[in-house]
């Protein structure tokens, strides 16, 4: 009897409760409000709505409803200009990050391609000032090193050939009248001789070869035309048997125990660049060595076709291992200046003007204009326009900059 109330006791709880469910339940689902739809859209193109549900023109696709309480509170009071709203489902797809504008210490290193090229201050046309024939070459291939004062060639030439004679005769003069009570004569042989000497200086024979001259009392036949200084021989133009003139540029010796090396710095970088400034040079040759020079010239003129500067460095070259035409790298260290900088990627350039996105939260972004200074690698300034501590988009800012002048285009 017992378990028979047990029993009947459970099946009414049971029974009450499907009851209850089926009755106060049905009453509250009943008095729960239906959600509000605003519009439908195209879930391959949001920008398309319609008032009514269907299939999307463009796709297709059907137009999915778009509740009221999925769209923020901001959407109800105006926005700023070409400012647009973005839900967080579709920020996801677009990727859209942020970050913070900032002031930094900007510390950075600026890479630029080089090339070595010649000192133009230690170059040398060797030219003779005697037109005649050339007799012997020392100097007889490019690369040759040469000292001051080393032969290069000889040359034959009839007119420094009469004028040696000239001299010889007037010494030969000089030395007869001397001790001539007739002062006028002694000293005109005394000036015949002294611009005859003048002759031969002015031809740039030397002065151990006109010492020749008088200590032989016989002309020299085969002048030799010595190095200005010491370099190497980088182009020549001087063979045996050839008729030279004065006009004639028989050598270009170069001196390269200093080189300058020309480094093309992009434009957007040549403000971190001045005179006097330490860089250095590595080469792909000699991994693992550094040289060191400074700016010497920074050309005034920008490549039209790289959007690059020349930027010209003096480098000392001991043991002559920077060769003109080598390619290497310079690195120019840049100041520690704190400017207020964002991520490259945020700022959006259309050429006349310069746009970020600001975040202003609850799906909202902004566009900004802004002016910008130096990039000093993935970080670029900003001179106006931001506060520090402003949120600023930094990825998926194209996509939301084609959507605010979509809206712009359809008001």
């Known amino acids: 009897m017992k378990k028979f109330a047990v029993v009947f006791l459970i099946a009414a709880a049971f029974a009450g409760g499907y009851v209850y469910a089926r009755w106060f339940g049905k009453a509250a689902v009943a008095g729960t409000p ?26 297709g696709m059907k137009l999915e409803p778009v509740y009221a309480d999925t769209v923020p509170v ?13 839900t967080p489902e579709k920020q996801q797809l677009i990727g859209v990050a942020s970050a913070t504008a900032e002031y930094e210490t900007v510390t950075d ?25 050339i007799d012997r070459v020392f100097a007889d291939f490019i690369g040759r090193q040469v000292h001051k004062g080393d032969p290069l060639l000889t040359i034959y030439s009839p007119e420094a050939l009469a004028t040696q004679q000239e001299y010889l005769l007037a010494v030969r003069a000089q030395r007869t009248m001397s001790g001539n009570p007739l002062h006028e004569m002694m000293e005109s042989t ?4 002294a611009a005859a000497r003048k ?3 002015l031809f740039d024979i030397s002065g151990p070869q ?8 016989q002309p020299i036949e085969n002048l030799t035309l010595e190095a200005p200084f010491s370099g190497f021989v980088m182009e020549r133009n001087a063979y045996p048997k050839q008729h030279v003139t004065p006009e004639t540029v028989l050598y270009t010796v170069a001196d390269l125990s200093t080189v300058w090396v020309v480094a093309d710095v992009y434009e957007y970088e040549a403000a971190n660049v001045h005179l006097n400034q330490p860089a250095t040079l590595t080469l792909s040759y000699a991994p693992g060595r550094t040289f060191r020079g400074r700016v010497s010239n920074i050309l005034p003129q920008v490549d039209p076709a790289t959007r ?4 010209r460095l003096a480098f000392e070259n001991p ?36 746009v970020v996105f600001l975040d202003r939260g609850n799906g909202t972004f902004e566009p900004r204009n802004v002016k910008t200074g130096v990039q000093s690698g993935d970080r670029i300034e900003i001179l106006s326009g931001l506060q520090p501590g402003e949120r600023i988009v930094t990825s998926g800012n194209f996509l939301i900059d084609s959507e605010s002048q979509l809206k712009a285009a359809m008001k």
């Open 34 to 59: 239906a959600r509000k739809i605003l519009y439908w859209v195209d879930p391959m193109h949001p920008q398309y709505k319609s008032d009514k549900p269907g299939i999307a023109p463009d796709c």
């Open 319 to 354: 043991g002559f291992a920077l060769k003109p035409d080598m390619y290497g790298e310079v690195q120019f260290q840049t100041g520690g200046a704190r400017r207020l900088v964002v991520p490259q990627s945020a700022v959006l350039n259309s050429g006349d003007r310069q």
């Open 74 to 86: 901001a959407a109800s009071t105006a926005l700023p200009p070409g400012a647009v709203q973005i």
């Open 210 to 217: 006109i010492d020749q001259i008088l200590r032989t009392a």
């Open 308 to 311: 690059t500067l020349k930027v």
């Open 190 to 193: 005394d000036n015949l001789a």
């Open 109 to 133: 290193t600026i890479h630029a391609a080089a090339r070595v090229t010649l000192d133009e201050t230690h170059i040398s046309k060797v030219q003779s000032r005697l037109e005649g024939w």
């Open 199 to 201: 002759r031969l200086e």
